[in-house]
């Protein structure tokens, strides 16, 4: 087993079991993806996790309008978004649904701790409630008096709860955040639930009456737990909580990858929750911004949703990852549209990727008999690749794909640069063609490893082509990107286009 430090704990948020998933789900679990590779790639011990929110009056009233039991109605619909990843080419290690019973016997083991520790008591509620958030609003934050996220009207619930004592944990969550700098990232989101904690916190509801599709708690069973409270548990669950405290603690804590509208769930609650039980809070919250349609926030209301397998059905898998890494910064919120998606899928697949290989494979066809050549130790490319390493290692590490992408390309520019240069399809077959294409199919190789963690299938094209065996997946870095490293007389295939040019 791999050292303790050497684990990597990733997590998306486990996606509403009702909805259908769009391409705002399909960005952080790229994103978690492509960020798992990495860390694989690193050689590190990777836990990547998704899956889906099954529990609530949402799921209740789908399935009664649907003629079915809550659970029949997850079972069909959790289908879509296990389709939709397998389709996206998505690494993930387990994927948990919260009515499974492991996480039923999780959920359970936190209440009883929380509960233990004197965190938990008995309060009677009424307040106003988003049905599509799960959470309760106070008369101030309504928007002319609909819920402020989904412009929906908003329910008066009075019931008697259980209260989770958010209250006392203000001075703990502050002295968290002071002495963990980089807890939530970027820093803007991170002053943001700072504010959220100095406004003063409440004790916050986590049980229901009105519902019975849900986990009773333990200590008294006409209540069953807040879908919030219940969620955010998955991560501990499937690290192993109750029943492999090995696994628990070489993985836990995790690596949180969330959007801006569960950030006080995340990066309040969560945290609290975890203390009262006596459990490390995450390692590391970040927070994503929205992808906006036209503009707009996308939502079943107003129709704009796009589904992730109409864009790979345009652009390949391959496509859509690259566009969503490299196009959307991870942060802010960023606009998406077809004609951005193609322009990069021109510029960066097609253009330059593309060409470069297809460029390498022909002329070491015409000058070097399909039969690859040795990079120089001193190649002029050795540099540019140590440069941009060190700069992309950085970069995934930080959870910014796009700067790592563009590094990446960098690389590729820069060789397309170098071969108009040298123009070796000009030149006599001999000991300078050799050179300068073996410098290009050592570029090749090294990218085929780089750029794996985001077009995975593109990467295993190219190393087929050029006669490498094993895949990208198997190769360990720093060691395996060092100069040098693509053996002479391999045999080099030219064949179609990689990413045959977008209108
Ligand atoms: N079930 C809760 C999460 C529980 S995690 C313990 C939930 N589910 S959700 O399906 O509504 O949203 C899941 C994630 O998708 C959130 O991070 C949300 O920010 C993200 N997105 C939903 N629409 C989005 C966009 N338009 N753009 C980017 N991400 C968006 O909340």
């Not at 529990?55 to 009664?64: F, M």
């Not at 879509?80 to 290690?93: C, K, M």
Request: hydrophobic letters at 40%; charged letters at 25%; glycine letters at 8%.
């Amino acid at each position: 087993m791999a050292c303790v430090t050497n684990s990597y704990y990733v997590t998306t948020p486990i996606y509403y079991v009702n909805d259908a998933p769009h391409i705002g789900h399909a960005y952080t679990t790229i994103t978690a993806d492509a960020v798992a590779r990495w860390h694989r790639l690193l050689g590190r011990d990777v836990r990547f996790l998704t899956g889906t929110d099954e529990h609530g009056l949402k799921v209740q009233r789908a399935a009664e309008e649907n003629g079915c039991t809550p659970k029949e109605w997850a079972d069909q619909t959790v289908v879509r978004f296990q389709d939709a990843w397998a389709q996206l080419g998505i690494s993930n290690d387990d994927f948990i649904r919260t009515s499974e019973q492991r996480h039923h016997t999780a959920v359970q083991k936190l209440l009883q701790a929380c509960y233990d520790n004197g965190d938990i008591d008995l309060q009677t509620y009424e307040g106003l409630y988003c049905v599509s958030c799960e959470a309760y609003f106070n008369e101030d934050d309504l928007d002319l008096g609909n819920c402020p996220i989904h412009g929906r009207p908003v329910e008066h619930v009075a019931e008697e709860n259980y209260f989770f004592k958010l209250s006392r944990y203000e001075q703990p969550l502050r002295d968290w955040y002071e002495t963990h700098p980089d807890f939530v990232l970027p820093t803007t989101k991170r002053n943001e639930a700072l504010g959220f904690i100095n406004q003063g916190l409440r004790d916050f509801s986590i049980s229901r009456t009105s519902i019975d599709w849900g986990i009773p708690l333990p200590w008294d069973t006409g209540h069953v737990t807040y879908v919030w409270f219940d969620a955010l548990t998955n991560y501990i669950t499937a690290a192993g909580y109750v029943d492999d405290p090995a696994s628990f603690s070489h993985y836990w804590p995790a690596i949180h990858l969330i959007g801006k509208d569960i950030l006080r769930f995340h990066c309040v609650y969560w945290p609290a929750m975890l203390m009262s039980a006596g459990l490390a809070p995450p390692e590391r919250v970040h927070v994503h911004g929205f992808l906006l349609v036209g503009g707009e926030k996308m939502s079943k209301t107003r129709l704009n949703q796009i589904a992730p397998a109409d864009l790979v059905a345009d652009f390949g898998v391959d496509g859509v990852r690259h566009h969503f890494l490299h196009d959307q910064i991870f942060g802010p919120d960023g606009d998406f549209s077809h004609e951005g998606m193609t322009a990069r899928f021109n510029a960066d697949l097609a253009n330059n990727l593309g060409n470069l290989l297809s460029r390498v494979t022909t002329v070491v066809g015409s000058k070097c008999g399909g039969v690859g050549t040795a990079p120089r130790p001193d190649s002029p490319l050795a540099p540019i690749v140590a440069r941009e390493y060190r700069i992309i290692a950085e970069s995934w590490e930080r959870i910014s794909p796009s700067e790592a992408l563009d590094a990446t390309w960098r690389i590729i520019r820069e060789t397309n640069a170098f071969l108009e240069e040298a123009e070796p399809w000009k030149a006599e077959p001999g000991p300078l063609a050799d050179a300068i294409l073996g410098d290009a199919l050592e570029v090749l190789r090294i990218v085929s490893i780089l750029a794996s963690p985001a077009v995975p299938d593109a990467c295993a094209e190219i190393r087929r082509r050029i006669g490498l065996t094993g895949d990208a997946e198997e190769e360990r870095l720093p060691e395996s990107i060092e100069w040098g490293g693509y053996p002479a007389g391999l045999l080099v295939v030219k064949g179609e286009p990689l990413f045959p040019r977008l209108k």
